[in-house]
């Protein structure tokens, strides 16, 4: 399989991505430990032997069951709180582990040519980064914003 010799860049962790829940963002921490491996791995312009394949292949598996975990930890926060977006959120969602199939899949056959790179950039890495900044920030705010628990008097 032949990588190719452009570095795609890796997701560094900043504020920009912080969404102030402290459980979301440790599993985003973790989200990005884990495409950057696989980033960092197809970075080395040579084609790959089988072993390599294999381990790359592997590298994808390792994000996508991070990603489950993660996308359905968030679902049940939103449950919880009755996240008026839920049903979007969760649809994009599905779209994500999606075109993390679709990559693994294509990336098996194909390996990593330009579109495939830039499906990588655009499709896997670039739309994480942007669901983050741009809709999980919104699940934070809206747990945030809850109102306390009111417990009923006890009247015994
Ligand atoms: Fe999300």
Redesign the pocket.
Known sequence: MKVRTKNTALCIWSDQLATHHPLIDSQHRELLVRINAFVSYCNQPHEFSFEEELEALNLVLYLLDYVIDH?SA?EKLMLECDYPAFLA?RH??SEYIANLYHFREKFRVIGLDKEMEDYLNDKVVDWLVH??ME??VK?ATHIENQPPIEYPEDLT
């Open positions: 996308f968030e959120h994009a969602h669901h983050i809709e999980d699940i």
